[in-house]
Nanobody, 123 residues
Framework: QVQLAESGGGLVQAGGSLRLSCAAS????????MAWFRQAPGKERLFVAS????????YYADSVKGRFTISRDNAKNMVYLQMNMVKPEDTAVYYC????????????????WGQGTQVTVSS
């Protein structure tokens, strides 16, 4: 069993930066592909970024490519989302998700989800 806990959300001005963290419990973290999703009010949950279990490959939604960076530290059971040049449309609750298979976690077919952290970008 794996539990995920996001942190680092908050209020940031447009053009600023924020780093989200996701802490994972359990000894299987290094075997899990990880992803970040976001959900704005009244909208569906959307894929943001993913990273393979070893960290050797990442993938981004077009809307965040070049601005956001996903990374992980398997020694610390952590995954991060560095958000730069944020825009008001980045406002959402951000969730981390895990699945052994990166192609599944990218589709939102996660075995585990965190509770989410709110990011609000002011214009």
């Amino acid at each position: 069993q794996v539990q995920l806990a996001e942190s680092g959300g908050g209020l940031v001005q447009a053009g600023g930066s924020l780093r989200l963290s996701c802490a994972a419990s359990g000894r299987t973290f290094s075997s899990l592909a990880m992803a970040w999703f976001r959900q704005a009010p009244g909208k569906e949950r959307l894929f943001v970024a993913s990273i393979t279990s070893t960290g050797d490959s990442t993938y981004y939604a077009d809307s965040v490519k070049g601005r956001f960076t996903i990374s992980r530290d398997n020694a610390k059971n952590m995954v991060y989302l560095q958000m730069n040049m944020v825009k008001p449309e980045d406002t959402a609750v951000y969730y981390c998700a895990a699945n052994p298979f990166v192609n599944l976690v990218k589709q939102g077919r996660a075995n585990y989800w965190g509770q989410g952290t709110q990011v609000t970008v002011s214009s």
